[in-house]
């Protein structure tokens, strides 16, 4: 995603990523299969992001019904979709202000785990690395549930056009998965010394549980509230990515046109104003509120499908990113080959970029195949339809 996103910095992102790579060498226009591979791919995309924001809210209102407050289901996911719906209504300044404090919030709660451990390490010696043989099969279920905490690259991509410069989300995609990576083997290294292996996986709230060691009984609820919390600042983040994403779909003639359009909240809510009115400078930005109000819709919807709708909506969500990681990964391949020897490319004045950009792309061989098994065997991890 950093690699095409440095060069195609577009808010359509996999939909021109697929039209210029895989265009023909002198055409100038790619042929009709590319065409609807192209609009296939990000259409997939879109979805996706509906059916992510409908699994985070449901996870959310999951988190707020163990306090046993009486409030329905459904009224809990309207409110947690419309909300973050209405902070992007106002603003990406707004969106990015909530999405940052809440970030911060949560990494002060982790940065408590860890200050903690090193005075009770009493199961330290638990984190040995070993491989047991016969639990590759948990290994890969585990690993295909995780990959859903990965959909955030969708959406910061998709705002390729709202910053002031092409090198500021390769650094930030590229950063932000050195740090979580550093950050959550601190995380889970310091769970284990505190509470030990056994213990850890042997439930499915283990930071719940090492919360209850540093607070006592309250640590449940306490990890409760932060998980609440996170859950709203992915939804915030997720339907401006997804919005923006249909705004420019809808420019570029594969989605509706009333998506396209691009509205103040101070305006929308001038209803009969006179023209004297209309020209007044709006207070807050421009958004693409008819696509912010069709994903809060769709996505509201979809939390009413029956059944098992959270293990469905995420499995379904999982399984088209694991499309999408394939197709990107293919397309890193492919540019690499096909664009290595041009001379007009762009260049980064970051060294560190310029160095990445110029690498041969061995990470998205290995991307391509990881992401191709899982898209393959996928379909064994729907236990419920």
Known sequence: FARLNFQYPVNDAEYSWIREIFKGKNATEPNTAVKWFATITIWVVGVMGIFAKSTVALGLAGFIKTFNLGIPKHVITFFALAIPTVINMVGVKYAATVAKAIISLVIIAFLIIIGYAPKHRDFLGDNALSVDPGNWTNLMRASFITIFAFTGFQSVVQLSEETVSRDIIPKSITASVIFTTIFYAIVIVSVISIIGLKKASGTVYPISEAYNAIFGSRGRNIVTLLSIITMFSTIVIGILGVSRLFHKLSEKGIAPKYLSKLVSLDKMLQFGGSDKNDNKKAIFDRMPIPALLTVFILSFLLTFVKG??????ANATNSMLFFIFTTVNLLVIVNHFKNKN???????????????????????????VLALIFLVISPQYYSVV
Not at 347 to 356: L, Y
């Open 308 to 313: 098992g709708v959270l293990e469905l909506t």
């Open 342 to 368: 041009r001379k007009d490319q762009p260049a980064s004045s970051n060294k560190t970029i310029q160095g990445f950009l110029n690498m041969f792309p061995w990470y998205a061989i290995i991307g391509f």
